[in-house]
Structures are given as structure tokens and as C-alpha cells.
């Protein structure tokens, strides 16, 4: 454990278990609260826009009760054709989902914040990076198949690509393998250090 660390919380504004397996990577202690936002997009917002005011959301909402802390947001947002593509909740939107995003390329928008809370002022980065995922052409059986055993009825997308989705999926283009599955850890460790976070007692 670093000495940074033993002072100031760092704390992941998130519920979701797949940024808490990310986070758990670095081999730091953190915690988790879960923000209370409304996390529906703003009228003529883009994907992006919403991806990153949504991270900026879940990091200042618990920096208000969290002093002394490095606060973590994070939020994805799937587009295809500028149109968002959310959590589909349940089988038959998953389905529509792949049905629609078969053979065809779908921009994942990974929105990072981090919150420093530990200044006189507290200091805010943000960044949004884009993974580019091409869907197989895949039959509506397969699909269908897929969707029966995984069930990735919370993932924007329909589809887990660090489990089974992968097998749907024809290509991943992104500057850090860790965002599609929402926690870009390549971006996150460039802030943390920013914010005076060591990784390595040398």
C-alpha cells in the first residue's frame, strides 16, 4: 500500500462489479459508493457529451459528502449511427440489440472522471475514450443462444467481451483494452498519478 493511499480514501462512484474488478487490478485500496443520479441523456446531447457529464455526475456527487478523497466516475455510452444504445434490461431488447448491431461497427464512449478532492481546490480530469467494435453477422438462432447463457441484460450493448460476447464480436479498435468493459485503466492510472498516486514503493 502506498503512503498516498493510507491518507486520502480513493473511492469508486460506481456499483457496477466490472469497474470493481478493474479497479481491484491496480492493486490499491478503494472503496464504493454508489451515486443517486439520473442517468437519462439530455435533449440534442451527444453520446459523448452524455458519456462524460454522467462521469462528471457520479464523481462530484459523492466528492460533496467524500472530503479528503480521490473520487472515481466512470460512464459508457454504445452509439451507432448517433444513435445511443443503452442497457437493454432484458431478453427481447438484447435481441433487438444484436439483431440491429450485426455486421455493423458501434462506438463505445468510455467517460472517465477523476475528482481530487484533496486540494484547497478540488481538482477535476476527464476523458472520453472510444472503442470501436464490429459486430459478426451472426443469425437470430446465435444470438439468441448467446443471450440464453449470458444474460448481459445490464451491459450497453447486449454483449460481455470479457466473457462469451466475445464470440459475437469481429474486431475491437481502442488505444486501452480495458475501456470497452468500462474502466479505461490506460487513462485512469495517467490521472491518478496526476493526482499524486504512486503504484510502485521503489
Keep these: 500500500m502506498n503512503e498516498l493511499s493510507k491518507k486520502k480514501r480513493i473511492i469508486l462512484a460506481s456499483g457496477s462489479p466490472y469497474r470493481k474488478e478493474l479497479l481491484s487490478r491496480l492493486q490499491l485500496p478503494f472503496e464504493i459508493i454508489i451515486p443517486d443520479i439520473d442517468e437519462s441523456p439530455l435533449a440534442d446531447e451527444t453520446p459523448q457529451e452524455t458519456a462524460l457529464r454522467l462521469a462528471q455526475q457520479k464523481a462530484q456527487y459523492i466528492a460533496k459528502n467524500a472530503a479528503n478523497s ?37 462506438i463505445f464512449h468510455s467517460a472517465l472522471c477523476v475528482f481530487n478532492n484533496t486540494l484547497p481546490e478540488p481538482d477535476i480530469q476527464i476523458a472520453d475514450i472510444q472503442t470501436v467494435v464490429t459486430f459478426r453477422n451472426l443469425s437470430d438462432q446465435e444470438l439468441d443462444a448467446y443471450l440464453k447463457i449470458e444474460q448481459p441484460y445490464d451491459c450497453a450493448g447486449s454483449a460481455k467481451n470479457e466473457g462469451l460476447g466475445i464470440a459475437i464480436i469481429e474486431r475491437i479498435e481502442s488505444s486501452d483494452p480495458t475501456a470497452l468493459t468500462g474502466l479505461p485503466l ?3 492510472t495517467g ?9 510502485f514503493n521503489c
Design 186 to 188: 490506460i487513462a485512469l
Design 70 to 106: 480521490i473520487i472515481i466516475g466512470s460512464d459508457q455510452v454504445a452509439t451507432m449511427d448517433r444513435i445511443q444504445i443503452g442497457k437493454p434490461g432484458n431478453h427481447e431488447n438484447a435481441l433487438k440489440q444484436l439483431q440491429m448491431m450485426r455486421g455493423r461497427q458501434v
Design 191 to 199: 490521472m491518478l498519478r496526476n493526482a499524486g498516486v504512486t503504484f
